[in-house]
């Protein structure tokens, strides 16, 4: 059974750092492309960041230069640093991921965000 | 950049009924990489259509998905109690790579 469960998040202030986790079960990690994709608070799901499974990586307009999407194979882990967090970065955060990079097949529970002072 | 507008925001229709929900990309898109998205209250999406038409493992028959160039659609030939949800459409863009949703089309009793 495929299984993706996200860790790490929570409270968190403007202007500060947070790190959160993907651990990957059931299918073959080291060969998937895995994103991060989040959802603020009532609002529509939103791209964050793309990782191949040889670790380039792509990021949305509105994060780059502050989030570092990374992943371990040898741990089937994808991990999601993020700095410089801002209010509308508030949102539910998913680990999503599939054997194609146009599409994500596998979605974790997510794991909630909240930046505020 | 491609953006992704679907329509309407949200559908209102009972159980048996026919759903026809549109996504419309700004620019001509390749439909291999146009995507279907299920959502419902507190859970994680689902993908229900890949490749604007090609249903995902286990969605059944009523979904189906069709549209070249700018507009495609997603339809459900008749709605069940479960399948009142909210469904977005996804790119896969290769020049800047990117995977924009859209908005977001909510189904409603």
């Known amino acids: 059974e495929v299984q993706l469960v996200e860790s790490g998040g929570g409270l968190v202030q403007p202007g500060g750092s947070m790190r959160v986790s993907c651990a990957a079960s059931?299918?073959?990690?080291?060969?998937?492309?895995m994103s991060w994709v989040r959802q603020a608070p009532g609002k529509g799901l939103e791209w964050v960041s793309l990782?191949?499974?040889?670790?380039?990586?792509y990021y949305a307009d509105s994060v780059r230069g502050r989030f570092t999407i990374s992943r371990d194979n040898s741990k089937n882990t994808l991990s999601l640093e993020m700095n410089s967090l801002r209010a509308d970065d508030t949102a539910v955060y998913y680990c999503?991921?599939?054997?194609?990079?146009?599409?994500?097949?596998?979605w974790g529970r997510g794991t909630l965000v909240t930046v505020s002072s | 950049e491609i953006v992704l507008t679907q329509s309407p925001g949200t559908l209102s229709l009972s159980p048996g009924e026919r759903a026809t929900l549109s996504c419309r990309a700004s620019?001509?898109?390749?439909?291999?990489?146009l995507a279907w998205y299920q959502q419902k209250p507190g859970q994680a999406p689902r993908l229900l259509i890949y490749?604007?038409?090609n249903r995902a493992t286990g969605i059944p028959d009523r979904f189906s998905g069709s549209g070249s160039g700018t507009d495609f659609t997603l339809t459900i030939s008749r709605l069940e109690p479960e399948d009142f949800a909210v469904y977005y459409c996804?790119?896969?863009?290769?020049?800047?790579?990117?995977?924009?949703f859209g908005g977001g089309t909510k189904v409603e009793v």
């Open positions: 999503a991921g599939g054997v194609s990079r146009y599409y994500f097949d596998y």
């Open positions: 059931g299918f073959s990690f080291s060969s998937t492309y």
């Open positions: 990782i191949y499974s040889g670790g380039s990586t």
């Open positions: 620019q001509s898109v390749t439909s291999s990489y």
């Open positions: 490749g604007a038409s």
């Open positions: 996804q790119h896969y863009g290769s020049s800047p790579r990117v995977l924009p």
